[in-house]
């Protein structure tokens, strides 16, 4: 029975954390809203009042809420609006852990106005179009075709995760990308004709191996997760902390292939999977509140990087329902590639990867490469 649970738990979880890698569209955008969690600081128009908004405790486990003092809200108002921040379960979320918890722990002192963890693609885009996210971590593809679709509505602030993609195997017969020739791997269906089809399909072309010669199998999540498990042998492409979650739970499951580190070996550009970004019109309003935000987001990074602070990193990821549980959170965060690119670092590197997802189908980032203002900063 509890290996069943087991595998219900991990199985559930990559329908979440692969949203990160800029996989396909909900079908289902309540499931998705139902699944938030959030945090907010109270409005300076309701002076005195301690409840915070958010999610309900009842019917979302794990959620949380928050509130600041008046006097808190009417200080940011003189120099600003404090943004409302949106982040994506899975890794584009780890890295804002921290500044999550501090704004928790004392929202008058905190950098935006509420948070709200997200687990599809299509909550944020949606917030974001309509004005009820200012700034958002997203999948750079999904930034890019924001982008396109908002007529420049949307401006990237920051590369906030490089590669997260990992050929899994239960056995020993895959070291390298040329041994993925004549092989079957199970592929999530939400990476269909997405990010990491694109990236796979590209490294294989680079190590000499033709796509058609690997049999991708498409499969939801837990059937994944139920394949894998329950075979004597097999190959799957996951990302972190999914497939993190998976070698914990089966021990005989290994990391094949860091799809990172095979992107390193042939392409200068850095594989930048996931980025924090802002509306326009926000950003042009409040300026001062952009650069705070960004301090305290880039030391919440530098937090969650370091290995002294692992333990209570783990705590806040799983706390905060971007990892399943701890154990998990404190084996993935190391894998996660989490930095912090700005100006002409985040343009070089995206503007790579973007031209890669480009040549492999321009739909993927909004049918053209994105304007020089698109990127902030960077004039």
């Not at 796509?211 to 999540?221: E, F, G, I």
């Not at 919440?300 to 799983?318: F, G, K, L, P, Q």
């Amino acid at each position: 029975m509890k290996k069943i649970l087991s595998l219900a738990l991990a199985a559930a979880m990559l329908v979440t954390l692969l949203a990160a890698c800029g996989g396909g569209t909900s079908s289902s955008g309540g499931a998705a809203s139902s699944g938030s969690t959030s945090g907010s600081a109270s409005d300076a128009s309701s002076a005195g009042s301690s409840s915070g908004s958010g999610s309900d405790a009842s019917s979302s486990a794990g959620s949380s809420s928050s509130a600041g003092s008046s006097s808190g809200a009417a200080s940011s108002a003189a120099s600003g609006e404090l943004p409302d921040f949106m982040v994506l379960s899975g890794p584009t979320g780890v890295g804002a852990a921290k500044l999550l918890k501090d704004h928790d722990a004392d929202p008058t002192a905190s950098s935006i106005a509420s948070y709200t963890v997200a687990a599809e693609n299509d909550e944020v885009t949606a917030a974001l179009i309509n004005g009820d996210a200012d700034i958002a971590a997203v999948a750079t593809n999904v930034a890019a075709n924001l982008s396109a679709k908002t007529d420049g509505g949307v401006e990237v602030l920051a590369v906030n995760t490089l590669g997260v993609l990992y050929i899994l195997e239960k056995g020993d017969t895959v070291h390298s990308m040329a041994d993925l020739a004549g092989q079957t791997v199970y592929a999530p269906s939400t990476a269909r004709g997405a990010n990491p089809e694109f990236i796979l399909n590209h490294l294989l072309n680079q190590n000499g191996v033709d796509p058609a010669q690997v049999d991708l199998q498409w499969m939801t999540p837990q059937e994944i997760t139920a394949k894998i498990t329950s075979s004597d042998a097999g190959i799957c492409m996951l990302p972190v902390p999914a497939a993190t979650a998976l070698m914990v739970q089966d021990s005989a499951v290994r990391q094949a292939i860091s799809l990172t580190e095979a992107w390193d070996e042939q392409n200068d550009n850095g594989l930048a999977m996931g980025c924090v970004v802002a509306r326009t019109e926000y950003l042009e309003a409040n300026p001062q509140m952009v650069e705070k935000f960004l301090a305290k987001y880039e030391k919440s990074i530098a937090y969650m990087n370091d290995e002294a602070n692992r333990e209570d990193a783990a705590a806040m990821v799983a706390d905060l329902g971007i990892a399943p549980n701890a154990k998990v959170a404190a084996a993935a965060i190391p894998q996660c590639s989490l930095t912090y690119l700005a100006g002409e670092d985040m343009k070089y590197t995206l503007e790579g990867y973007y031209q890669v997802l480009f040549q492999a189908d321009p739909a993927s980032i909004g049918g053209a490469m994105p304007y020089d203002t698109f990127y902030y900063g960077v004039n």
